[in-house]
């Protein structure tokens, strides 16, 4: 059970890892989006 609970919890970090990428990339492109012309982007 102890390597079923191994592979759960890393499980758990790749979602998590994936869900703040995720989060992040959005909020880059609502940055990107908001930033003034000027901003070069």
Known sequence: ???QSGL???DGEI???KAS???F???NRV???RSPPWNGS
Do not use: G
């Open 1 to 3: 059970m102890a390597l």
């Open 8 to 10: 759960s919890a890393a």
């Open 15 to 17: 979602t998590v890892t």
């Open 21 to 23: 990428h995720n989060a």
């Open 25 to 27: 990339t959005t909020m």
């Open 31 to 33: 940055a990107s989006r």
